[in-house]
């Protein structure tokens, strides 16, 4: 029995599982399943029965009471009809007294139905003493036979019991089921109802608006000045107002009219009354009721509609947005209207004008700009339109450079805008290239891929001066295709895929093309493409594409700003910084002229005072092939510009006899800019070409002038500059020869070593800013030996141990005299500190070990001993060079390091140190350090 009952509870679930929403509809197909589902059931218990002494005990007539609960007595007595014929058929008499048993449960079901409702989410407790009733027929007919009468005192009851437990089971089963749905269901009713008014939400409206039939019709409304009856009244007031509003929208139609609250005042009506007419009218009538039935705080309460009706294959979000362009324009033209969005036949929205006048008067106008309204004053520019200039002045006002999601919500405005477009792409210019910045309605590949301008050109698939002139250009079917086709064979095989993959290639049925055009060059690409009708893109859609394409110029022409005066920073700080000397100066200058121009080629010419003429460095930039430049005083248009105090430019040098070398130069437009200094003598001349089809403009004049006014200033600082590093290399030069003088060293040591270093150095490749440091260090190398006394200074014997620890000292005295100097060179401190230390360790003063020591100090110590070798002592001959490099080779992994050692003589063998004079004998004096410590 309690498999049976085991049996029964699985039924029974599966049961209520044919139950999958609330409130429980009338399906007849789900009827009969569930019918059938009992009386398999029924069959199934009856099957799998408890046998006592002949008899069955099961639970066979629960799913007949619960089928005859929900249906009747007729579907309950076809659920036993599957049970009762089988059981006829193995025994006439048993198919008898299930029949007499089975219609006395639909009898007594049928009349407890009222009572016991199955679809009532919830089993009350006081209905569980009816369970047992619809089954006190069930066993009866066991009286009918003597057998029977001897058990029915047992069997009865427990049978009765039994199907009464099992009843309550799977009620309780069902109930649970139907409790559930209907938790659900009050759940998804929650979360899709405003909760002030009780309309629907947005939740619930976007869902209903994406299943809007084409044909149907969209209106949304809005109430005019509530922030107002906020502001003055409180926001209780405003939510009365806004429940005011929900309880007149729920007074319509309701079959066909489902109002929504989509946020703060802004309501939604989703009609489908079979033609615009009538949805327009019901909505003129509501617009006239609302200031009708207004009462106190907020009596002339009124609302300003936009409707608009779904076009066959409209996406959800352009119907929205049609609807709320003509909510905007009802708005801006006087409120308390209805704007109908008509579009197709040139007059974009039509507007029906409630109040004093005619009510419900249509006047046909344009969306914008159009026509006006009587009283109004011209249609203002639709919300899309407005939004994209209030982005657009914001980005102006942030003054910053913009990023790719700045330009990809400036595209974004433009495909909302524009009608017809679904998609689309903004390409920036970059050098000689377009960069697809944003893009909209396409794969991610697209983004960041690098255009050719032949490829733009031949996708604009019109002549170039209409490109150039920014002319917009409408493409469709196969001359879209073929343009398309054309501006992929001069693209890399990996930008075409990428296209492809992107979707550009060929989904879209027509594009419109906008070359932005910002100072007679195109400096970026607008494209908005459709999928739509073949005549997408009308003269209105295209107005307001151009309208975007001057957005776009705008915010380019203040990033250009913004770069201009980034090029102009970094020139001022490599220049200023930088101790590259004047070629590297003119290559900056010339590069910062390149990029600030976008030109082709740029070079400077400076002012030879000695040949009295203006000589180029050959720091030419971008295609130069000129060579080097001199022009003689007078000649070319840089003197003119020298003369004449001003920027001068060219349209084509072609067409002007005074250009220099112009046959050289083809067509090219040029710019020249003098250099003077503040006292008008002149330091150079900045020399500008580029293609003569981008001649250069006036603005550009200006910018060329800015630079050349700061490359004058740069240029005249450098020359100061120069000049105090000429007085401070004398200056240490001359301690250097007084220290000479003191110490009766050979005399011309201090120069002879700088150009051995010098030389040195300038074969190993070091760099103009390290041979500064070089040459600095080696003029003050032995400036410590100012502290060390004359009496060990000057003693022509050997050293004590006492004495030369004096002499070593002067290695860290000499390092903190030269570390108070103002301007010298880091490392020079370095040579004059570390030129004793030895590679294997064993130098002074600080015990360095091989690449511990300071390069430049590695470095000079070959030079500083090999000129103490070849030099004449009172106390010995100046040794030969050979034999000199002999001793270095000693040296060589113990007290040189050995690349430089063999560098050092490589060099001195193919004759680099040959132009160094040496003297021939010193003065009387003591021995030196660089000669006492040379190898033996």
Request: charged share 20%.
């Amino acid at each position: 029995m309690l498999f049976n009952l085991s049996l029964l509870v699985s039924c029974a679930f599966l049961l209520s599982l044919s139950y999958h929403e609330w409130p429980v509809r009338r399906r007849r197909a789900e009827h009969v399943l569930r019918v059938a589902l009992a009386s398999g059931a029924s069959w199934l218990l009856m099957m799998y029965a408890l046998r006592l002494e002949g008899f069955r005990l099961d639970l066979r007539y629960v799913p007949v009471a619960l089928v005859t609960l929900r249906y009747g007595p007729l579907a309950g007595a076809l659920t036993l009809l599957p049970a009762l014929l089988w059981r006829a058929a193995e025994d006439l008499h048993g198919g008898l007294a299930t029949a007499l048993s089975g219609l006395s449960v639909v009898a007594l079901t049928g009349a407890l139905r009222r009572r016991l409702p199955v679809t009532r989410p919830q089993l009350r407790a006081r209905d569980l003493w009816l369970a047992p009733v619809p089954f006190l027929g069930v066993g009866l007919p066991l009286l009918l036979t003597p057998q029977g009468r001897s058990v029915a005192a047992l069997y009865y009851p427990l049978g009765v019991l039994l199907s009464a437990a099992g009843a309550v089971l799977a009620l309780g089963i069902l109930h649970s089921r139907l409790r559930l749905l209907s938790l659900a269901h009050t759940l998804r009713t929650q979360a899709r109802t405003d909760d002030l008014t009780g309309l629907s939400n947005r939740r619930q409206f976007d869902e209903d608006l994406a299943a809007l039939d084409p044909g149907t019709q969209l209106v949304l409304l809005d109430l005019d000045h509530f922030k107002r009856i906020n502001d003055t009244h409180g926001h209780a007031a405003g939510d009365r107002a806004l429940e005011h509003v929900a309880a007149l929208l729920r007074e319509l139609d309701p079959a066909h009219l489902r109002p929504y609250r989509v946020g703060g005042e802004e309501f939604a009506l989703l009609a489908d009354l079979g033609a615009e007419s009538r949805a327009r009218a019901q909505v003129e009538a509501l617009l006239r009721e609302v200031p009708a039935a207004g009462r106190g705080m907020w009596a002339g309460l009124t609302l300003s509609a936009g409707l608009a009706t779904r076009r066959p294959g409209e996406s959800a979000a352009a119907l929205f947005r049609r609807a709320d362009e003509a909510l905007y324009l009802a708005k801006t033209n006087g409120r308390g209207r209805l704007v109908v969005w008509t579009p197709p036949d040139g007059s974009a929205a039509r507007a029906a004008e409630l109040g004093a006048g005619a009510p419900g008067t249509e006047l046909a106008g344009q969306g914008w700009p159009g026509p006006g309204l009587p009283g109004s004053g011209p249609i203002q520019p639709r919300h899309s339109v407005w939004q994209a200039l209030r982005t657009t002045v914001g980005l102006l006002a942030e003054r910053r450079t913009l990023h790719d999601e700045d330009w990809t919500e400036v595209l974004r405005l433009a495909v909302d805008a524009v009608d017809g477009a679904v998609g689309g792409s903004l390409a920036i210019r970059e050098g000689r290239g377009f960069r697809i910045c944003a893009a909209e309605g396409y794969g991610p590949e697209l983004m960041g891929l690098t255009l050719s301008e032949a490829s733009q050109q031949r996708w604009y698939a019109r002549s170039p001066s209409a490109w150039r002139a920014g002319r917009p250009r409408v493409l469709r079917g196969a001359e879209l295709q073929a343009a398309s086709v054309s501006s992929g064979e001069v693209l890399e095989d990996g930008v075409v895929r990428a296209l492809e993959a992107a979707g550009r290639g060929g989904e879209h049925e027509a594009n419109l093309c906008l070359p932005v055009v910002l100072g007679g060059e195109v400096v970026a690409h607008l494209n908005l493409d459709a999928r739509g009708p073949a005549d997408a893109f009308d003269d209105q859609s295209t107005e307001v594409a151009e309208l975007f394409a001057r957005q776009i110029a705008a915010l380019l022409d203040l990033q250009e700003r913004w770069r201009e005066l980034g090029v102009l920073g970094e020139l001022h700080l490599r220049v200023g910084a930088g101790r590259g000397g004047a070629v590297s100066v003119d290559e900056h200058l010339s590069q910062a002229a390149v990029d600030l121009l976008r030109a082709r080629w740029a070079v400077l010419l400076r002012y030879d005072p000695a040949g009295d003429r203006l000589l180029s460095s050959g720091a030419e930039i971008a295609g130069g092939d000129l060579g080097p430049v001199e022009l003689p005083r007078g000649e070319g248009l840089a003197w003119a510009a020298l003369r004449e105090g001003r920027t001068l430019r060219v349209d084509d040098v072609q067409q002007h006899p005074g250009v220099y070398r112009r046959a050289q130069l083809g067509h090219q437009a040029m710019l020249v800019a003098p250099l003077p200094t503040h006292h008008l003598e002149p330091l150079g001349v900045l020399v500008i070409t580029r293609e003569a089809e981008r001649p250069f403009l006036p603005a550009d004049e200006h910018l060329a002038l800015m630079l050349a006014s700061l490359a004058a200033r740069l240029l005249e600082r450098g020359a100061h500059v120069q000049d105090l590093r000429a007085t401070l290399e004398a200056a240490l030069n001359t301690l250097g020869f007084a220290l000479e003088a003191r110490d009766f060293e050979t005399q011309g040591h201090t120069e002879r070593v700088q150009a051995h270093a010098l030389a040195f150095g300038q074969a190993l490749g070091l760099c103009a800013e390290r041979l500064l440091g070089l040459r600095q260090g080696a003029a003050l190398h032995d400036i410590g030996k100012l502290g060390v006394p004359d009496a060990v200074l000057l003693k022509p014997g050997r050293l004590t141990p006492q004495e030369r620890e004096v002499v070593e000292g002067h290695v860290l005295l000499g390092a903190a005299l030269t570390a108070r100097i103002p301007f010298l060179h880091p490392e020079a401190i370095g040579v004059v500190r570390s030129h004793h230390e030895r590679w294997d360790g064993q130098g002074y003063p600080d015990g360095l070990k091989g690449e511990e020591i300071p390069p430049l100090a590695r470095l000079f110590a070959l030079c500083d001993v090999y000129d103490a070798l070849v030099s004449a002592r009172p106390y010995r001959p100046a040794l030969p060079p050979a034999e000199a490099l002999a001793l270095l080779r000693a040296g060589r992994g113990t007290q040189f390091d050995p690349h430089l050692t063999d560098r050092f003589v490589e060099l001195w063998q193919a004759g680099a140190f040959g132009s160094v004079r040496h003297a021939g004998t010193g003065a009387p004096g003591r021995r030196t350090d660089e000669a006492e410590a040379a190898p033996r």
